[in-house]
């Protein structure tokens, strides 16, 4: 079974920070590449960061040096630490586990100016 589950979003000011969490299922947890993505209202959904089976991140440009994805192998987590938030980070984040081509629930951001 695959399941993908996000938390830790939330509301905060511009300039503050969030994580958040996606919990995985066994199978979802052991693919290739992990990902987290975003959509704005009104835009499309759009790949924040990812990660591979070996712990190698990549970032979408606008928002290298700010956010940070790991992998806890332990819990069947991947995180994404948020720092430095501006308002244009506001969207729904979603976990994706592009091998079986699913979906998390998804957990709304919101970044206050």
């Known amino acids: 079974q695959v399941q993908l589950e996000e938390s830790g979003g939330g509301l905060v000011q511009a300039g503050g920070s969030l994580r958040l969490s996606c919990q995985a299922s066994?199978?979802?947890?052991?693919?290739?590449?992990l990902a987290w993505y975003r959509q704005a209202p009104g835009k499309q959904r759009e790949l924040v960061a990812s990660?591979?089976?070996?712990?190698?991140?990549d970032y979408a440009d606008a928002v290298k040096g700010r956010f940070t994805i790991s992998r806890d192998i332990r819990r069947r987590t991947i995180s994404l630490q948020m720092n430095s938030l501006k308002p244009d980070d506001t969207a729904v984040y979603y976990c994706?586990?592009?091998?079986?081509?699913?979906w998390g629930q998804g957990t709304q951001v919101t970044v206050s100016s």
């Open positions: 066994s199978r979802a947890f052991n693919t290739k590449v």
């Open positions: 990660i591979t089976a070996g712990g190698s991140p």
């Open positions: 994706h586990a592009p091998f079986y081509s699913y």
